[in-house]
């Protein structure tokens, strides 16, 4: 009975973490975005989201369990400086975007919080074009049927804007849920090291998400 609880704890647990979302690729007109004649971009800035570490035995706690998660998750992001894979994300797609639209990269420090893309645009006016990509999730989680072995999901959103119509020019979303196999790491796997085996997990989620963004949403 214990064992059918928790599986069904996982599953209501999953479906509040995993930010699915209704987002369709769009992608990029090109020639429609090369006649806007954009000469600037900018990359947006959002706070880290909540970290999901999801245990089988918080996951027996129920809802007091999953803020136990997300409580134990938040401090493993900050104990081991863990970047958020959006950055990295953000950073190489606009790379990408300016040299194939010979575009000059404009800073800002200011975050944004809005989902709403006027707002996006309004905020960062001072570069033409807006890039914004969102981890909807990231989180590790154990597999229903091995306790002691854990996947680590990704999920993010992207966004390309233009704030001088304030109009969106491309959307898409990734995610990346790793299948079980032999090379599932532990618990202990993961967070060893600094977490080095849980950045480098976000690092081939950041690199997919990169890839698929690059060829489905970008058209680079």
């Known amino acids: 009975?214990?064992?059918i609880f928790k599986k069904g704890v996982l599953l209501s647990i999953l479906v509040i973490?995993?930010?699915?979302?209704?987002?369709?690729n769009i992608p990029i007109d090109q020639t429609k975005a090369i006649s806007t004649k954009p000469k600037t971009i900018l990359i947006t800035k959002r706070v880290k989201p909540d970290f999901a570490a999801m245990t089988a035995l918080k996951a027996s706690f129920g809802l007091i369990g999953s803020a136990a998660m997300i409580s134990e998750g938040n401090g493993i992001i900050r104990n081991n400086a863990?970047?958020?894979?959006?950055?990295?994300?953000?950073?190489?797609?606009?790379?990408?975007?300016?040299?194939?639209y010979n575009l000059e990269k404009v800073e800002s420090m200011e975050y944004v919080e809005s989902q709403t893309?006027?707002?996006?645009?309004n905020l960062y006016h001072t570069a033409d074009w807006i890039i914004d990509v969102?981890?909807?999730?990231?989180?590790f989680v154990y597999f229903p049927t091995d306790w002691n072995n854990y996947r680590v999901i990704y999920s993010a959103k992207l966004r390309l804007i233009d704030?001088?119509?304030?109009?969106?020019i491309a959307e898409g979303f990734c995610a990346r849920v790793p299948e079980e196999d032999d090379t599932a790491p532990s618990y202990d796997?993961?967070?060893e090291k600094k977490a080095k085996r849980l950045k480098f997990e976000f690092q081939k989620s950041a690199l997919y998400c990169i890839d698929e963004f690059k060829k489905n949403v970008l058209k680079i």
Request: aromatic content about 6%; some cysteine.
């Open 17 to 24: 973490f995993s930010g699915c979302v209704s987002t369709k």
């Open 134 to 139: 969102e981890t909807i999730n990231w989180s």
């Open 1 to 3: 009975m214990l064992r």
């Open 163 to 168: 704030s001088r119509d304030k109009k969106m």
């Open 82 to 100: 863990v970047e958020n894979p959006a950055n990295f994300i953000s950073s190489e797609l606009s790379l990408m975007l300016s040299k194939k």
């Open 117 to 121: 893309t006027a707002d996006i645009a």
């Open 189 to 191: 796997e993961l967070l």
